[in-house]
């Protein structure tokens, strides 16, 4: 049985689910952002308690077509910027669409729709975010960082950082507490 997870967008979260289902000794074929396929199925009472169990994780079992999408969708954009190998010319519509094999236009209107966020927005914010763990823990300078996240410049980068945070990267560098968000806007 595939159960579809929000909010499992890291290896600790797919830790911290699969301790919730060997609690609940709910045997587990595979674990990936965002689903676990269990061995067998769930009854409605081993579903309603594993759904219990991962809210108090802050996780979220869905159930609508549209919510699955969204959440995969997500873990795709961060899945491929975690991978800091995004060319210049990376589009993502393109990308979106090779993925998926559906017409931007939908995958677009359902995002925005239930995110109240644009796609490219998301995909924005979620490059900062990575920007600002890099910056966090010194592991590239901000010439290397923006060549991994796709920027055409250093100039591009900084502007649309300060624009998302009100900080300059070396001003959030030289900060003692770097407030980072969540990678999830729900």
Same mark, same amino acid.
Request: charged share 30%; with cysteine.
């Given at each position: 049985?595939?159960?579809?997870? =929000? ?17 609940? =000794? ?161």
């Amino acid at each position: 049985m595939k159960i579809f997870i =929000k909010n499992m967008v890291c290896h600790r979260c797919k830790m911290a689910v699969e301790e919730v289902f060997k609690n609940l =000794k709910i045997e587990i074929s595979s674990v990936e952002l965002g689903e676990v396929e269990t061995k067998n199925d769930l009854s409605n009472s081993e579903l309603k308690n594993l759904s219990e169990k991962l809210e108090n994780l802050g996780f979220e079992i869905l159930e609508d077509h549209v919510r699955k999408q969204i959440e995969k969708i997500k873990t795709v954009i961060i899945q491929k910027i975690s991978q800091l190998d995004i060319s210049e010319n990376f589009i993502l519509s393109e990308f979106l669409v090779d993925e998926f094999h559906k017409d931007y236009s939908s995958i677009s209107k359902n995002f925005s729709q239930n995110e109240n966020v644009t796609l490219e927005q998301y995909f924005i914010f979620q490059k900062i975010e990575k920007t600002k763990e890099l910056l966090f823990y010194n592991e590239f300078n901000l010439t290397e960082i923006a060549g991994k996240l796709g920027y055409k410049s250093v100039q591009h980068l900084s502007s649309q950082f300060k624009t998302s945070t009100g900080f300059t990267p070396s001003e959030f560098k030289k900060m003692k507490n770097k407030n980072r968000k969540s990678i999830d806007f729900s």
